[in-house]
């Protein structure tokens, strides 16, 4: 999007790729999220589901023979996660962007002013890791467990977690201090740093553990 902003790249040459935008969003709308490949508890799941629909469906939205999706914003003072992204742009770029070929200059209904998040459908969402917004949760497990997220943690080159369901990796207090060139220092996630706090959405704290682990093997299955 931002070499597409340029202003050599005027709204007649987008116009001339309008055809191939089509095909792409075809293409995208398409597309299925992928099953779980590994074991279910159906027993469990199905007792998360229960647990899901009574305490996250309102925002997230149901799933199976029944889909509905609310798109429901939340206010960042709610959801308390890392508020950097949602300051990023102020009210007039917004507008300014509305008005440009990237809001189909003002026909698409544009929020130029949000106070919060969009909760996202979760579609797949096994396969989505890490998460929220800025990539600071590596499991879901940890999503349900705000007080144990870690500080600053390490992917593995390409593990997966079927336990915690997400990104396999290691914790660590601090990044090692032997560790000084730019590109190695990349590999670890810091919470610490300005953008990528892990804080928030602390709805699980109203689930008991059986609950969070039903909830848990339930997103599995969508």
């Given at each position: 999007?931002?070499?597409?902003?340029?202003?050599?790249?005027?709204?007649?040459?987008?116009?001339?790729f309008?055809?191939?935008?089509?095909?792409?969003?075809?293409?995208?709308?398409?597309l299925?999220?992928?099953?779980?490949?590994?074991?279910?508890?159906?027993?469990?799941?199905?007792?998360?589901?229960?647990?899901f629909?009574?305490?996250?469906?309102?925002c997230?939205?149901?799933?199976?023979?029944?889909?509905?999706?609310?798109?429901?914003?939340?206010?960042?003072d709610?959801?308390?996660?890392?508020?950097?992204?949602?300051?990023?742009?102020?009210?007039?770029?917004?507008?300014?962007?509305?008005?440009?070929?990237?809001?189909?200059?003002?026909?698409?209904?544009?929020v130029?002013?949000?106070?919060?998040?969009?909760?996202?459908?979760?579609?797949?969402?096994?396969?989505?890791?890490?998460?929220?917004?800025?990539?600071?949760?590596?499991?879901?497990?940890?999503?349900?467990?705000?007080?144990?997220?870690?500080?600053?943690?390490?992917?593995?080159?390409?593990?997966?977690?079927?336990?915690?369901?997400?990104?396999?990796?290691e914790?660590?207090?601090?990044?090692?201090?032997?560790?000084?060139?730019?590109?190695?220092?990349?590999?670890?996630?810091?919470?610490?740093?300005?953008?990528?706090?892990?804080?928030?959405?602390?709805y699980?704290?109203?689930l008991?553990?059986?609950?969070?682990?039903a909830?848990?093997?339930?997103?599995?299955?969508?």
């Amino acid at each position: 999007m931002s070499f597409a902003l340029v202003r050599s790249n005027s709204s007649e040459r987008y116009r001339g790729f309008e055809n191939d935008f089509r095909d792409i969003s075809a293409y995208i709308e398409s597309l299925e999220a992928p099953v779980y490949p590994y074991a279910v508890d159906r027993e469990l799941a199905s007792r998360g589901k229960e647990v899901f629909d009574n305490h996250c469906m309102r925002c997230h939205g149901s799933y199976g023979e029944k889909e509905s999706y609310p798109e429901r914003t939340i206010p960042i003072d709610e959801i308390g996660t890392d508020p950097v992204r949602l300051r990023a742009l102020p009210v007039v770029y917004r507008e300014g962007l509305k008005k440009s070929w990237v809001g189909e200059y003002g026909k698409l209904n544009t929020v130029t002013d949000p106070k919060g998040y969009v909760a996202p459908p979760l579609d797949g969402i096994w396969a989505t890791a890490p998460y929220f917004h800025n990539g600071s949760v590596p499991t879901l497990w940890h999503v349900l467990h705000p007080e144990q997220r870690p500080v600053v943690w390490r992917r593995t080159e390409d593990g997966y977690d079927r336990e915690r369901v997400g990104l396999e990796f290691e914790s660590f207090d601090r990044v090692p201090r032997d560790i000084v060139a730019p590109a190695e220092k990349r590999m670890y996630f810091d919470t610490r740093k300005f953008g990528k706090k892990n804080s928030g959405h602390t709805y699980p704290n109203e689930l008991d553990e059986q609950e969070k682990r039903a909830v848990l093997e339930y997103l599995k299955t969508i």
